[in-house]
């Protein structure tokens, strides 16, 4: 049918969905354990959104419960292609996925700590950076007493690393 015989008032709205974290393509989806969890309660508080959708018309239920599922589906991918990295079989004197940093950066005085964690885990004010992120493929590898120098255009960034866990 042409859409010039088509109300604008039937006109279904498409619903836009954000994108998740980039994972590159080729890159493997490594999660923590906690990670994963939090990916699997994510998935259980979409669902039950869904299930207790309660619009006012049909029409609003129907839009809502689409833009759910898109969500679901992107985090579903997601979930399916996760790969857990076990903490504990780690090499313990490395950096690797999931280690915890301290980090002293230049000359500064406080220490930062940082874990390196998946592409969904990440987020940078509690801490946590992506294992894909420039700074922690520059510290991988590293051990206790190792330097990392991060190139900036406005000088260099020099990494410390002070202590190493796995927690």
Not at 34 to 48: A, N, R
Not at 56 to 75: M, V
Not at 127 to 148: H, M, Q, R, W, Y
């Amino acid at each position: 049918m042409s859409r010039g015989f088509v109300k604008e008032d039937d006109q279904e709205e498409i619903p836009i969905v954000p994108p998740r974290a980039d994972l590159p393509e080729g890159i493997t989806n490594y999660v923590t354990q906690v990670g994963m969890g939090k990916l699997l309660q994510e998935k259980q508080e979409l669902i039950k959104e869904r299930d207790e959708l309660d619009a006012t018309n049909e029409k609003e239920k129907r839009i809502a419960s689409n833009f759910i599922n898109a969500k679901l589906q992107l985090l579903n991918n997601r979930i399916s292609i996760a790969k857990i990295v076990e903490l504990a079989k780690q090499p313990q004197n490395e950096i690797r996925f999931g280690a915890t940093v301290t980090l002293k950066i230049n000359a500064e005085k406080k220490l930062h700590n940082y874990q390196i964690v998946g592409v969904d885990e990440a987020d940078i004010s509690n801490g946590k950076i992506s294992f894909i992120s420039p700074i922690a493929k520059l510290l991988t590898n590293k051990k206790v007493g190792d330097k990392a120098i991060l190139k900036l255009v406005n000088g260099d960034r020099v990494f410390e690393i002070l202590k190493i866990s796995y927690d």
